[in-house]
Nanobody, 115 residues
Framework: VQLQASGGGLVQPGGSLRLSCAAS????????MGWYCQAPGKQRELVAA???????GYADSVKGRFSISRDNAKNTVDLQMNSLKPEDTAVYYC??????????WGQGTQVTVSS
């Protein structure tokens, strides 16, 4: 499974960004996709995830601001990030897991929230 992420950038506080991730390869095995973030000096942590069936989960820090969606036909997962805060600044990674919970990671995309 290969994952290609895009959509990061620089945005002012209160602004929005949309991250996209496209999966290719043995995608039939994927039943979970999501986004993690890693800020400088911190561990990588889960931001949001979605199953093939559409069940979603969010970190408490992003609930009400971020929304994850998935297009199973296109094998993509998007993360809509609204009301961005400086503390959202991090490298964001797309992840996919198969039924054995093996993780596949995309390259990171930098999100910087700053005035």
């Amino acid at each position: 499974v290969q994952l290609q992420a895009s959509g990061g950038g620089l945005v002012q506080p209160g602004g929005s960004l949309r991250l996209s991730c496209a999966a290719s390869g043995s995608i039939f095995s994927i039943n979970y996709m999501g986004w993690y973030c890693q800020a400088p000096g911190k561990q990588r942590e889960l931001v949001a995830a979605i199953t093939t069936g559409g069940t979603t989960g969010y970190a408490d820090s992003v609930k009400g601001r971020f929304s994850i969606s998935r297009d199973n036909a296109k094998n993509t997962v998007d993360l809509q990030m609204n009301s961005l805060k400086p503390e959202d600044t991090a490298v964001y990674y797309c992840v996919a897991r198969n039924s054995s919970w093996v993780a596949y990671w995309g390259q990171g995309t930098q999100v910087t929230v700053s005035s």
